[in-house]
């Protein structure tokens, strides 16, 4: 599985035209970054969380540029809390506002690939989760810690990353983890994901 390339082109473009919008909000690490209905929460620097807010499973790590509330609708924000990872910068924008300043400097056809962007990402981790046993998870989510950038990486702990975006126990986790540096399968170093040698199907 390969992740959907982020369409940061598009992101910067959209983010620079509200740079002078009104002053930017900074946050601290663990701190709530708002996500409200008929707003658009633009993030401008920093790592961030998204967490599902019923049970605060992982959705994914991200770095800025970011963009969300493009649809307007407070159900969909509902289900989701963002969390800065590390100081963050962000703004809060009506959305009616937001869509009249893309209008006004020709900018709406930006808007295609960031959506089309959520939606790839959306089903990869549905293919990644969905019917899959608890090796195949585990195998899924360390190939996708692989293919973060490496400054992000080199912040993750892999045991953490993978429990946080599973559920499944910690035991388990560390149970798979110990069998594949056993064998060879990853590098491992205090806690950081190094390098991958091939994973194998199944885990013997």
Same mark, same amino acid.
């Given at each position: 599985?390969?992740?959907?390339?982020?369409?940061?082109?598009?992101?910067?473009?959209?983010?620079?035209?509200?740079?002078?919008?009104?002053?930017?909000?900074?946050?601290?690490?663990?701190?709530?970054?708002?996500?409200? $209905?008929?707003?658009?929460?633009?993030?401008?620097?920093?790592?961030?969380?998204?967490?599902?807010?019923? #049970?605060?499973? =992982?959705?994914?790590?991200?770095?800025?540029? $970011?963009?969300?509330?493009?649809?307007?609708?407070?159900?969909? =924000?509902?289900?989701?809390?963002?969390?800065?990872?590390?100081?963050?910068?962000?703004?809060?924008?009506?959305?009616?506002?937001?869509?009249?300043?893309?209008? #006004?400097?020709?900018?709406?056809? =930006?808007?295609?690939?960031?959506?089309?962007?959520?939606?790839?990402?959306?089903?990869?981790?549905?293919?990644?989760?969905?019917?899959?046993?608890?090796?195949?998870?585990?195998?899924?989510?360390?190939?996708?810690?692989?293919?973060?950038?490496?400054?992000?990486?080199?912040?993750?702990?892999?045991?953490?990353?993978?429990?946080?975006?599973?559920?499944?126990?910690?035991?388990?986790?560390?149970?798979?983890?110990?069998?594949?540096? $056993?064998?060879?399968?990853? #590098?491992?170093?205090?806690?950081?994901?190094?390098?991958?040698?091939?994973?194998?199907?199944?885990?013997?």
């Amino acid at each position: 599985m390969t992740l959907p390339q982020k369409p940061l082109s598009e992101l910067y473009r959209l983010t620079d035209l509200f740079t002078d919008y009104h002053k930017l909000t900074r946050v601290e690490r663990f701190t709530l970054i708002p996500v409200k $209905a008929h707003t658009v929460t633009l993030i401008h620097s920093g790592q961030f969380s998204i967490i599902r807010s019923s #049970d605060r499973l =992982l959705f994914e790590k991200q770095t800025a540029p $970011a963009l969300y509330g493009l649809t307007g609708n407070s159900h969909t =924000l509902s289900y989701i809390r963002i969390y800065a990872d590390t100081q963050c910068h962000f703004q809060l924008v009506a959305l009616e506002a937001f869509m009249q300043r893309l209008e #006004d400097n020709h900018s709406l056809h =930006l808007i295609p690939a960031i959506l089309s962007w959520h939606i790839e990402s959306l089903l990869y981790r549905d293919e990644m989760m969905m019917g899959r046993n608890s090796y195949q998870m585990i195998k899924g989510n360390i190939l996708h810690l692989n293919q973060l950038d490496e400054f992000m990486r080199a912040k993750i702990n892999v045991a953490d990353f993978i429990v946080k975006r599973t559920n499944l126990s910690r035991s388990i986790v560390m149970k798979v983890l110990s069998a594949l540096r $056993a064998k060879n399968h990853i #590098d491992v170093k205090r806690g950081k994901l190094m390098t991958i040698n091939q994973l194998p199907e199944k885990l013997s």
